[in-house]
């Protein structure tokens, strides 16, 4: 079956631009599906960072749009996800989901994987 | 966009019906039928529970059902039991500013 898996730094210096990739093994990230991020800061909730479908078309989140970049690599079936200008406000769990083409909502999710912003 | 409002905590006695409730505007839980929910337990990735106001994925217990009237959907787990304590999230599409997802302030539920 189809997992995702996330990866990256797991600390990142402030003003400096958070990297990560998930990994998307047993199945094809050319398939009809949306490839999306999604934060959880400690303690708290959920929040969308944005999304991208294997052609490169993306969407993202309004208030995080300026600094955010996702994008797709489908020789490595896999795809990434860069935030810049970080804060201590950026530290946070990050998901990497699949969403269907057509629908909205999440029916495959990574583990995640904590990125603290500190220096 | 803000968060979709869902009360912080719920609790209910094993075998009880506990409702959580999920709050938004006609820019997205009221005016599409793209509401879904989520199970999180401490230290793991969200779960989808319920999807497109009422259906639930192949393995979601029957315990499990959702609903909508207007700007506000609801997530009903009947026959409560101690595997369902976890936090659950709620989730819109939603149309104002771009195209996007806007997810619940979450709930935390107790089982007695």
């Known amino acids: 079956q189809v997992q995702l898996q996330e990866s990256g730094p797991g600390l990142v210096k402030p003003s400096g631009t958070l990297s990560l990739t998930c990994a998307v093994s047993?199945?094809?990230?050319?398939?009809?599906?949306?490839w999306s991020w999604v934060r959880q800061p400690p303690g708290k909730g959920l929040e969308w960072i944005g999304e991208i479908y294997h052609s490169g078309s993306t969407n993202y989140n309004p208030s995080l749009k300026s600094r955010v970049t996702i994008s797709v690599d489908k020789s490595k079936n896999q795809f990434s996800l860069k935030l810049s200008s970080v804060t201590a406000a950026d530290t946070a769990v990050y998901y990497c989901?699949?969403?269907?083409?057509?629908?909205?909502?999440?029916?495959?999710w990574g583990r995640g994987t904590l990125v603290t912003v500190s220096s | 966009q803000s968060a979709l409002t869902q009360p912080a905590s719920v609790s209910g006695s094993p075998g009880q019906s506990i409702t959580i409730s999920c709050t938004g505007t006609?820019?997205?839980?009221?005016?599409?039928?793209?509401v879904s929910w989520y199970q999180q337990r401490p230290g793991k990735a969200p779960k989808l529970m319920i999807y497109?106001?009422?259906n639930r994925p192949s393995g979601v217990s029957n315990r499990f059902s959702g609903s909508k009237s207007g700007n506000t959907a609801s997530l009903t787990i009947s026959g409560l039991r101690a595997e369902d304590e976890a936090d659950y999230y709620c989730?819109?599409?939603?149309?104002?500013?771009?195209?996007?997802?806007?997810f619940g302030t979450g709930t935390g539920v107790t089982v007695l």
């Open positions: 989901a699949r969403g269907l083409r057509g629908h909205w909502y999440f029916d495959l």
């Open positions: 047993g199945g094809s990230i050319s398939s009809s599906n949306w």
């Open positions: 497109e106001v009422n």
């Open positions: 989730s819109s599409y939603t149309s104002t500013s771009t195209l996007s997802y806007v």
């Open positions: 006609s820019s997205d839980v009221g005016g599409y039928n793209y």
